[in-house]
């Protein structure tokens, strides 16, 4: 039986993140296949889920460098391990078997809106020394291979499209009325689901809420999502000082159990970013059923496809008019949540992790 490696160094008891998605998805995708695999984590490592041929390895403990480039290379020839996978753009430069690296973006260089010459410079350098010694390099949209093949210059060839695979838990669902009570949402409510990083554009969506209208604004809270409180002190700020704040909700993380009923129940769903790698939470929300309002900007319009209602990011009033649309119009909301469902048929496990598990196969046996 073929034996697979990962670094599940992302995957840490209580936190939520984009990659951590992406692990569990190819994980489940390895089991279903019948494959070995061998998830390499640290102290606060967790896994999520029981799967079948899934065992956790604990690495250990020093600083990160070494055991990136030493410990986990020798686990790795330890395990007779036949291919390594790492979600993150950086891999051991030296392994015992082929190593497939993944690059969802490039927000760790040139961060939008930040000045780091020297930091950007350094950062440039490892990830070309990490992709070129990546038998394969694997990212989330023609978007982000577009950045990666000018960028850290690799070849077209040695980077492979695969959109990040939709849990299957995402899917339409009642809200319940004891969720709502949990987190004090109360339908009909505007929704976006993320951290709250200056890319992802949030105080933006406040002003552009706040001009939407007595009418809209009365009758519609705005549901920020989000499991950290980094940057909230500022968004609360804005909210009372625009004068919604007693209609701008923050309920911190929703639990993955109660997440696709509150996609689900939103009257829209709205991601703002100013730059994403995929944009999972756009095809989250249609999967759940709820109409989606997106940036036009990096790799959103491939996952949105003719789906979601697209506006620049950068233009507040586009986003409030999007948002008046939608919310307006129970018509368009109506097929919109029709188009969504549709659209996320293309995420399934089949189209996305399960062709991570084919390409990591494929690295394996040399063909």
């Not at 391990?81 to 690059?103: D, M, N």
């Not at 980077?159 to 949402?185: H, N, S, W």
């Not at 105080?203 to 706040?210: D, G, K, Q, W």
């Not at 119009?329 to 996305?352: C, D, H, K, N, V």
Request: include cysteine; glycine fraction near 10%.
């Amino acid at each position: 039986m073929m034996r697979i490696g990962v670094d599940g160094r992302e995957l840490a008891g209580g936190v939520r993140s984009g990659i951590g998605r992406y692990l569990v998805e190819v994980l489940r995708a390895a089991a279903r296949d019948g494959l070995e695999c061998l998830v390499y984590g640290d102290g606060r490592t967790a896994l999520p889920v029981t799967l079948p041929g899934v065992s956790l390895r604990r690495l250990d403990a020093g600083p990160t460098l070494w055991v990136d480039q030493v410990g986990l290379p020798r686990c790795l020839a330890r395990d007779r391990i036949a291919v390594f996978l790492s979600p993150y753009y950086k891999g051991p430069v030296w392994a015992p078997c082929p190593v497939v690296v993944t690059v969802h973006d490039l927000m760790f260089i040139g961060y939008p809106g930040s000045r780091r010459p020297l930091y950007d410079l350094v950062m440039t350098g490892l990830a070309r020394v990490y992709a070129g010694r990546a038998s394969t390099v694997i990212t989330d949209s023609e978007y982000s291979k577009r950045s990666i093949v000018t960028t850290l210059g690799v070849s077209d060839a040695k980077v492979t499209v695969i959109p990040v695979a939709l849990g299957a838990e995402f899917k339409p669902e009642p809200l319940a009325d004891a969720v709502m009570v949990r987190y004090g949402i109360v339908p009909p409510y505007v929704l976006y689901v993320g951290n709250f990083l200056p890319h992802k554009n949030v105080p933006r969506l406040i002003e552009a809420y706040s001009g939407l209208g007595r009418e809209l604004t009365d009758t519609h809270q705005l549901v920020l999502a989000g499991g950290k409180r980094e940057h909230r002190n500022d968004l609360e700020r804005l909210a009372v000082r625009l004068s919604v704040a007693g209609r701008v909700l923050f309920p911190g993380l929703i639990d993955d159990a109660h997440l696709p009923a509150v996609y689900g129940g939103a009257a829209l769903f709205v991601l703002p970013s100013l730059e994403e790698g995929f944009g999972l939470p756009v095809a989250e929300a249609m999967a759940c059923g709820a109409p989606v309002a997106a940036s036009n900007r990096a790799a959103i319009p491939e996952v949105a496809g003719d789906a979601a209602l697209l506006f620049d990011p950068e233009n507040v009033s586009a986003i409030a008019e999007a948002m008046t649309r939608v919310l307006s119009q129970p018509e368009l909301s109506a097929r919109m949540r029709r188009q969504g469902l549709a659209r996320a048929g293309a995420f399934t496990l089949e189209r996305t992790a399960g062709r991570v598990v084919a390409l990591l196969r494929e690295v394996a046996t040399g063909r």
